[in-house]
């Protein structure tokens, strides 16, 4: 079966930065688009960036300018560099993979916890 395993996450000061990394393993084929979702206590699960099959890439408005997101096609990888990190950024952060051809599939990390906190 299809599985995202993540890393990166925890504790950095405001004004820090992080990176977190999640590669996919499993009977993925055309990979369509990879993404890293959030979601805070009390809050609705937000997108905050994509990279598209094409490398077209998507932000948050709160994170564009700050965060960085990349792939490694051959390690079917996604990367999320986080910087200038401030509180609101607390999450807990989920990797997204949506592969296939006439029917599209999608998985799901575990999520990996981020806090930003002095």
């Known amino acids: 079966q299809v599985e995202l395993v993540e890393s990166g996450g925890g504790l950095v000061q405001p004004g820090g930065s992080l990176s977190l990394s999640c590669a996919a393993s499993?009977?993925?084929?055309?990979?369509?688009?990879m993404a890293w979702y959030r979601q805070a206590p009390g809050e609705q699960r937000e997108l905050v960036a994509s990279?598209?099959?094409?490398?077209?890439?998507e932000y948050l408005d709160s994170v564009r300018g700050r965060f960085n997101i990349s792939r490694d096609r051959g390690k079917n990888a996604v990367y999320l560099q986080m910087n200038s990190l401030r509180p609101e950024d607390t999450a807990v952060y989920y990797c997204?993979?949506?592969?296939?051809?006439?029917?599209?599939?999608?998985?799901w990390g575990q999520g990996t916890q981020v806090t930003v906190s002095s």
């Open positions: 997204n993979v949506q592969w296939g051809w006439a029917s599209v599939e999608t998985a």
């Open positions: 499993g009977n993925l084929f055309n990979i369509i688009r």
């Open positions: 990279i598209h099959s094409r490398g077209t890439t």
